[in-house]
């Protein structure tokens, strides 16, 4: 997260206070979500795609 933060990275729901240093909530994350609207929100799950399929298991033996 710090690299990213250094990189220009900026959060989107938050803004960091000049004088504290504290993430303090700025809005939108309600609205966005009782919309379902996600455009322009990374992945940062990395959940696969649906057509990919997982490995099948190799059997050890006995």
């Known amino acids: 997260a710090r690299k990213l933060q250094e990189g220009g990275w900026q959060p989107r729901w938050f803004k960091k206070d000049k004088e504290d ?7 939108g994350y309600w609205e966005a979500r009782a919309k379902r609207q996600w455009d322009g929100i990374p992945d940062i799950f990395g959940q696969a795609a649906p ?3 997982c490995p ?7």
């Open 21 to 27: 240093g504290c993430y303090r909530y700025v809005g």
């Open 51 to 53: 057509s990919a399929e």
């Open 56 to 62: 099948t298991p190799v059997e050890q033996g006995t």
